[in-house]
């Protein structure tokens, strides 16, 4: 970048918030797969809404590219420049403040940098509880859970990220800041705005700060893992104990054995949750606010736990599960979680994976998982089939993992391992991306799914807001 340029970002952002050296931009211009690499001008990391203005005024005036970035840690691409360099990263990691917790209006206003987990330790100090979960917790940050609209592991409950929105901030292309920042759980003025830049992937403006909803602390828990029948069991199971739970179902996330072969074989210090490792398995947690639901009764036994028990039982004798073990202590619950949590490090870590994030009517969940099954053996019997993930809201992460020996032509066959996945998710009315969004991987696909008209729709709005196309191009539309 002419030097004349670089001093111009220097002056908005001070020489701290600049990095140009190959050496301080390598991270950013990677995505956390290693899967895509771009080119930078230089990555910039403001402190504040008005650098940012400046910022993108002066993208508007050079035509120079920007694309966000927060924790980097989406598995779309999203966040990774293209090769030709003509472009600013525009790291938010230190526009990291919480602006206000309203405890009596139950939400909180947070600048778009704030690291999830920080936003977890901070509202439970007073007491209160932010439900967005996701195994990246302690790297990707409110900002990329609201450009990709992040689910996680607490949808089941408490919806995704957009559910959980009440505001923004947000910055356009040219530099002009639209407050949209509001406590309101109500509020019918004219189009949604909000609800356009959540999702939207940093290709319509850049989310500086946002007023999110939040809930009182969950005082007691109960977890349980379960080796089920098969997936239609599963599905039973769910809404077995969302009625005995009234609704208090947080989390319960499908398993399947081979989800365990390839964890166990790159994590084998992580304990296994049952005895033997069976064909389909759940983890699930239901949750209370009353305090009064986690104390143990004379038997040791308290009514949280004794939820999850009898319904576990009832489901035994009716041959939907077929072996359950229920978290003791805090320890037992999070080597329960450990096993969920570190699946996607350990297919990371695999000679090949195809990987997806499809959703569906839960009435389709079973037939299309056999399906699958039976479709993905026949193009290739050694595969290690890991549909695991949220199943509690749909959501399935269809991962294909391939061994090195076994599997050696496996690139060759993901054509056709995709095109049976999409005919299939098309067949169930389904959708090709339920959490993780577009960015690059999916943009061709989103095409072919969407109609003409729809496509025509959302090519108008990102014209209408950003005319030179400046906003993260090549993603999404
Ligand atoms: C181990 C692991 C587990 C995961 N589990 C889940 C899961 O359960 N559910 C789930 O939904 N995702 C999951 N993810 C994916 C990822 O964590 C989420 O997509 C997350 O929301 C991305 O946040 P980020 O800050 O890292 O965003 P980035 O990766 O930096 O960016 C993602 C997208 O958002 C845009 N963006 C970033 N910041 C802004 C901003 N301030 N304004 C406008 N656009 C912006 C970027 O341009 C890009 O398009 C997981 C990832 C990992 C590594």
């Known amino acids: 970048m002419p030097e004349a340029l670089i001093n111009q970002l220097a002056d908005i952002v001070g020489n701290a918030g600049l990095r140009t050296g190959n050496d301080d931009t390598a991270s950013f211009l990677t995505d956390w797969h290693g899967q895509y690499h771009g080119q930078a001008l230089a990555v910039v990391m403001p402190e504040t809404t008005a650098q940012v203005a400046n910022i993108m005024a002066f993208a508007d005036v050079n035509d120079i590219v920007v694309v966000p970035q927060g924790g980097n840690t989406g598995f779309m691409g999203g966040a990774t420049p293209d090769a030709d360099g003509r472009t600013i990263l525009l790291s938010l990691r230190r526009m990291n403040r919480i602006r206000e917790i309203d405890a009596t ?13 920080s936003l977890h330790e901070e509202t439970e100090k007073q007491g209160l509880y932010f439900p967005l979960k996701l195994a990246a917790k302690g790297s990707c ?13 607490n949808v089941v409950r408490y919806g995704t990220t957009r559910e959980l929105t009440l505001g923004l901030e947000v910055v356009l292309m040219g530099g002009r800041v639209l407050n949209m920042l509001s406590g309101l759980r109500k509020d019918n003025t004219g189009y949604d705005l909000r609800n356009l830049f959540v999702g939207s992937e940093g290709t319509l403006g850049v989310i500086t700060a946002a007023t999110m909803k939040l809930f009182p602390q969950p005082a007691a828990r109960a977890t349980a893992f379960a080796e089920v029948r098969d997936v239609e069991a599963a599905v ?5 104990l969302q009625a005995a739970s009234g609704g208090g179902v947080e989390a319960f996330e499908l398993i399947p054995a081979d989800i365990l072969h390839v964890l166990f074989h790159h994590f084998p210090n992580i304990p296994q949750p049952l005895a033997t490792r069976g064909k389909m398995n759940v983890l699930m947690e239901i949750a209370s606010t009353n305090p009064a639901s986690g104390i143990a009764d004379d038997t040791g036994q308290s009514p949280l736990r004794t939820i999850i028990e009898e319904t576990l039982g009832a489901a035994l004798e009716d041959g939907l599960v077929l072996d359950a073990t229920i978290a003791a202590s805090e320890a037992q619950r999070q080597a329960l979680w450990d096993v969920r949590e570190t699946a996607p490090e350990s297919h990371k870590m695999s000679a090949g994976v195809a990987r ?18 039976a479709g993905i053996r026949a193009i290739d019997p050694n595969l290690w089939i890991c549909g695991y993930g949220h199943i509690g809201d749909g959501n399935l992460h269809f991962n294909l993992i391939a061994d090195e020996k076994s599997n050696a032509d ?14 299939k998710v098309a067949k169930y009315n389904g959708s090709i991306s339920a959490e993780h ?38 993603k999404v539309v």
């Not at 900002?143 to 996680?152: K, M, S, V």
């Not at 039973?236 to 077995?240: E, G, K, N, P, S």
């Not at 496996?410 to 996945?421: H, P, R």
């Not at 989103?446 to 209408?464: G, N, Q």
Request: charged share 20%.
């Open 105 to 117: 209006n139950m939400s909180m206003t947070v600048e778009a940098g704030c690291v999830l987990q």
């Open 236 to 240: 039973a199971l769910l809404h077995r």
């Open 356 to 373: 997806s994030d499809i959703s569906l009517p839960q009435s389709a969940l079973a037939p299309f998982y056999d399906e699958m099954v």
């Open 410 to 423: 496996f690139d060759s066959k993901k054509v056709d391992l995709y095109e049976l996945l999409y005919e």
């Open 141 to 153: 940050t409110i900002g990329g859970n609201l450009g990709t609209n992040a689910g996680g592991l």
């Open 437 to 474: 969004g577009i960015g690059q991987t999916k943009r061709a696909q989103l095409a072919k799914v969407k109609s003409p008209e729809i496509m025509d729709v959302m090519r108008a709005i990102k014209a209408s807001i950003d005319p030179k196309n400046l906003m993260n191009p090549g």
